[in-house]
């Protein structure tokens, strides 16, 4: 029996949204890459202008807008990758179904539907990847002085 994807999704409240609600798991992804979005901005935030320059300390607000960054991509990409091996999973098992008894129009359409699936949570591994490099550089452009990440 295939098992199901509970991808905690929702970084305020705890919550659970299940793999197969696509169009769920995609609003609450992108409501997560809000601060990878929005780089540009919080870094305009950690360095003031001249007059509040000697009040800030850009060490430490440059770690943990850093380390807010990667936990969320790190959960994020996590979270893709447990819905693409649950999808896999369940791909898999209807191919098999299929090739059991291929006149079964049923099982032949939820394979096609399971596939396309996979193939959106591939790619939002690959758009988690261009968000996660988008937002580290913009990062080492401002916070490189102040703070440098462990690799």
Request: include cysteine; proline fraction near 2%; charge should be neutral.
């Amino acid at each position: 029996m295939v098992e199901r994807c509970h991808c905690d999704l929702n970084m305020a409240a705890p919550g659970n949204a299940a793999c197969e609600d696509i169009q769920m798991f995609m609003d609450q992804l992108k409501q997560r890459r809000l601060v990878d979005d929005r780089i540009i901005h919080e870094l305009n935030t950690i360095f003031p202008t001249q007059d509040f320059a000697g009040k800030v300390d850009f060490t430490k607000q440059c770690k943990s807008l850093y380390q807010s960054m990667r936990d969320g991509h790190d959960k994020r990409r996590s979270d893709i990758a447990a819905c693409v091996s649950v999808t896999a999973q369940k791909a898999k098992l209807l191919k098999e179904q299929r090739d059991a008894d291929q006149d079964n129009y049923k099982t032949v359409r939820s394979l096609r539907k399971e596939q396309g699936n996979l193939r959106l949570f591939q790619q939002e591994l690959n758009v988690e990847e261009i968000v996660w490099e988008r937002a580290e550089t913009a990062f080492n452009e401002r916070c490189r002085t102040y703070y440098k990440p462990e690799s």
